[in-house]
């Protein structure tokens, strides 16, 4: 009972979760005009 | 380092032809603005913005949730963003990358991004976020501006 329980709350995680993200961000710093 | 005015920004965007008719629709909303080179815009940031555009899933056009207004407002925040963060960024400074909207030659509404990579009208260029390229607008586009917003 108590994996079918665990496996339950697995899937419902799982669907709860936020959308993957792809990658990192890159910040690079800013060129400025002298 | 070059920094403009408010002022000073708005006048060389003027004299650039990019003049909303409506004055209400031209906001400079901070006092002093450091200039982006062209070289950074095409390069480091273009790359960046493909990054930050990936990472939240929004490369894709989608009408109205994610269209030519999103991300145009993205990769002005973006831009800002980065500004924010570079080691000794001049104090007290917004960057000079800002949003325009205008209607095309087509005939259809479009909003872009716009930035000054200098002090003079003919330094200032305007930005397609969703190709991460810089554009030319015709004189008459550039006529029909009709928002602003840095």
């Known amino acids: 009972m108590k994996h079918i329980l665990a496996i339950a709350l697995c899937i419902l995680a799982a669907g709860c979760a936020s959308v993957e993200r792809k990658g990192t961000i890159q910040t690079p710093p800013v060129e400025y005009v002298k | 380092m070059k920094i403009l005015t408010a002022a000073e920004l708005e006048l060389t965007c003027a004299v650039a032809g990019y003049a909303p008719m409506d004055v209400n629709k031209f906001s400079v909303v901070d006092r002093r603005y450091a200039l982006p080179t062209r070289n950074f815009l095409e390069s480091a940031f273009s790359a960046a913005l493909w990054s930050f555009q990936s990472f939240f899933d929004v490369l894709r056009w989608s009408e109205e949730a994610n269209d030519c207004d999103d991300f145009a407002r993205l990769a002005a925040a973006f831009g800002q963003i980065l500004h924010y963060l570079t080691p000794g960024r001049p104090p007290a400074t917004a960057l000079a990358v800002g949003e325009l909207w205008y209607v095309k030659d087509s005939g259809e509404n479009h909003a872009i991004n716009i930035a000054l990579c200098g002090p003079t ?30």
Do not use: A, G, N
């Open chain 2, 121 to 150: 009208p003919d330094d200032v260029v305007c930005y397609e976020p969703q190709t991460r390229r810089i554009v030319t607008l015709s004189e008459q586009e550039k006529s029909r501006t009709h928002t602003l917003r840095f």
